[in-house]
C-alpha cells in the first residue's frame, strides 16, 4: 500500500495478480542443475479509500474492497543454479528478472514487482556416506533488501529439516 502517512483518509494503492508458470531443469553436468521458470503475468492497479493510519496488516486486508481498471499481461522468468557435492549444496536464484511494472490506469505511479536475489547452502546428513542422521540443514539470504509494500525487506533463515513416513511428510 501507498500513501500519506499523517493519519488522514486517502488512497490506498495495490497490485493484484495472477501467473502461470512453466518451469525448465537441465543438469550442466554431474552435480550442477540450472532451472528457469517462465511465467506469463496478468495483473492490475487497483485503489481503495481508507484511513492510512492503520497498521500495514489492516491495509492489506483493504484489498479485497478495491477496484482497479484493466488488466495488464506481462511475461518474466525466474532463474535458478544449484550445486550438488557429497552432503552439501550451494545454490541461488533470482526472481523477477524483468522487474515488470504495472501501471496504474487511473494516472497514479504504477508497481513494480521487484528483482530479488537469494543465495543459500545446505548440509544434508543422510546423503553422507556411513551417516545414520537424517537432518538437513539450511541456511539463506536476500542478497539485496528489495521494495515491499510495507517498506524495505532482506530476509535471512536457516534452521533443521527432516522428512518422516518415507520423506512425505518434512517437519521444520
Do not use: C, M
Not at 490506498?12 to 525448465?24: A, E, I, N
Not at 487497483?46 to 483493504?62: F, I, Q, V
Amino acid at each position: 500500500p501507498a500513501g500519506r502517512e499523517d493519519g488522514r483518509v486517502g488512497v490506498v494503492q495495490s497490485l493484484r495478480l495472477h501467473d502461470f508458470g512453466v518451469t525448465f531443469l537441465h543438469s550442466l553436468f554431474t552435480g550442477v542443475h540450472v532451472g528457469t521458470t517462465l511465467k506469463f503475468l496478468r495483473g492490475r492497479v487497483e485503489h481503495t479509500t481508507s484511513d492510512l493510519g492503520l497498521a500495514p496488516e489492516a491495509l492489506l486486508d483493504l484489498g479485497d474492497d478495491a477496484s482497479g481498471g484493466r488488466s495488464q499481461g506481462q511475461f518474466d522468468g525466474d532463474v535458478g543454479v544449484v550445486a550438488v557435492a557429497e552432503s552439501w549444496s550451494v545454490g541461488g536464484v533470482v526472481r523477477n528478472l524483468r522487474a515488470p511494472e504495472f501501471p496504474d490506469n487511473a494516472g497514479g505511479e504504477g508497481i513494480r514487482l521487484p528483482r530479488q536475489a537469494r543465495v543459500g547452502v545446505a548440509f544434508d546428513g543422510a546423503a553422507r556416506r556411513g551417516s545414520n542422521a537424517a537432518w538437513t540443514v539450511s541456511a539463506d539470504v536476500d542478497v539485496a533488501t528489495y521494495a515491499t509494500g510495507t517498506g524495505g525487506r532482506r530476509v535471512f533463515a536457516a534452521g533443521p529439516e527432516r522428512g518422516v513416513f518415507g520423506k512425505r511428510i518434512g517437519v521444520r
